[in-house]
């Protein structure tokens, strides 16, 4: 195979490999079309960047393949574009969970957050459910956020979904809901901002329960046994030779690797 040459073409669609065989291979990778700093955003010049942008380069140094396009997909339709064969990966911050490994399979983990919850400095909400009595939350549509919402929240408090997290956190900020649950590391752009100054973390649930999933992989179709073992090799191998730790420095000060078991 010939080396692969990666770079990201302005607005859009592809991290492209030089490189031809007479039957070509290409692995197309989908972040969610919404941003989601410091995961993956759009820079002004309309270029994807972000923490797990820079993982999909690093992958594809790895796998190799002929072409390794970045294409982008709306949140909520992006299993069914997985499924219908528009897109081979999902890197978009999917958190591994038992309902969705029913339509999808997972790579191992390649990141694990806290879920958070943020309010106002002075709010007496906690990651106690019944601290959210009365309250109004947003939640981003499509998550485990959601769901969680959904199954503790539901009775007590008034629960509003939104297509993005900028949404939540814009309500937020306008005092049209009283928290927002998100990913820890999700949120801590908005708490850096002007409008994120009277606001803070005011609790991490636990990572052990259930409901938040096994951390963060990539989405592959099932049957695609062989993409998918390629996935999993080429993780390993960036954390065995320091790229992950390299990616992980330049947008956490904390570690969020969940480094795989020998």
């Not at 989908?30 to 960047?49: D, L, T």
């Not at 140094?61 to 390794?68: A, E, G, S």
């Not at 009277?198 to 062989?226: C, H, S």
């Given at each position: 195979?010939?080396?692969?040459?990666?770079?990201?073409?302005?607005?859009?669609?592809?991290?492209?490999?030089?490189?031809?065989?007479?039957?070509?291979?290409?692995?197309?990778?989908?972040?969610?079309?919404?941003?989601?700093?410091?995961?993956?955003?759009?820079?002004?010049?309309?270029?994807?960047?972000?923490?797990?942008?820079?993982?999909?380069?690093?992958?594809?140094d790895k796998l190799k393949p002929d072409t390794c396009e970045l294409k982008e997909t709306a949140w909520d339709g992006i299993i069914p574009a997985l499924t219908s064969k528009k897109i081979d990966v999902i890197f978009a911050s999917m958190s591994i969970t038992d309902e969705r490994k029913k339509t999808i399979d997972f790579s191992i983990p390649y990141y694990n957050t806290p879920a958070a919850v943020v309010a106002e400095k002075d709010s007496t909400i906690t990651t106690d459910p019944k601290s959210f009595e009365g309250k109004t939350v947003g939640v981003q549509t499509a998550t485990i956020h959601a769901n969680f919402a959904d199954q503790k929240l539901k009775?007590?408090?008034?629960?509003?979904?939104?297509?993005?997290?900028?949404?939540?956190?814009?309500?937020?900020a306008a005092g049209r809901i009283d928290a927002t649950i998100a990913d820890s590391a999700a949120l801590e752009p908005f708490l850096a901002t002007e409008a994120g100054k009277g606001y803070a973390f005011k609790g991490f649930f636990d990572k052990a329960d259930p409901i938040w999933g096994a951390g963060v992989g990539a989405g592959i179709r099932k049957g695609d046994t062989e993409l998918l073992n390629k996935i999993n090799k080429a993780i390993r191998e960036i954390y065995a030779d320091g790229t992950y730790e390299k990616i992980e420095k330049k947008y956490f000060t904390y570690d969020v690797a969940t480094p795989p078991k020998s």
């Amino acid at each position: 195979m010939k080396t692969t040459l990666l770079r990201l073409f302005v607005g859009a669609v592809a991290l492209v490999g030089v490189g031809a065989a007479a039957q070509a291979e290409t692995i197309r990778f989908s972040v969610a079309a919404e941003p989601y700093p410091p995961f993956a955003s759009k820079n002004a010049a309309g270029q994807w960047e972000g923490f797990e942008v820079d993982l999909i380069k690093a992958l594809c140094d790895k796998l190799k393949p002929d072409t390794c396009e970045l294409k982008e997909t709306a949140w909520d339709g992006i299993i069914p574009a997985l499924t219908s064969k528009k897109i081979d990966v999902i890197f978009a911050s999917m958190s591994i969970t038992d309902e969705r490994k029913k339509t999808i399979d997972f790579s191992i983990p390649y990141y694990n957050t806290p879920a958070a919850v943020v309010a106002e400095k002075d709010s007496t909400i906690t990651t106690d459910p019944k601290s959210f009595e009365g309250k109004t939350v947003g939640v981003q549509t499509a998550t485990i956020h959601a769901n969680f919402a959904d199954q503790k929240l539901k009775g007590i408090a008034e629960i509003k979904i939104y297509n993005t997290q900028d949404e939540a956190n814009s309500d937020l900020a306008a005092g049209r809901i009283d928290a927002t649950i998100a990913d820890s590391a999700a949120l801590e752009p908005f708490l850096a901002t002007e409008a994120g100054k009277g606001y803070a973390f005011k609790g991490f649930f636990d990572k052990a329960d259930p409901i938040w999933g096994a951390g963060v992989g990539a989405g592959i179709r099932k049957g695609d046994t062989e993409l998918l073992n390629k996935i999993n090799k080429a993780i390993r191998e960036i954390y065995a030779d320091g790229t992950y730790e390299k990616i992980e420095k330049k947008y956490f000060t904390y570690d969020v690797a969940t480094p795989p078991k020998s």
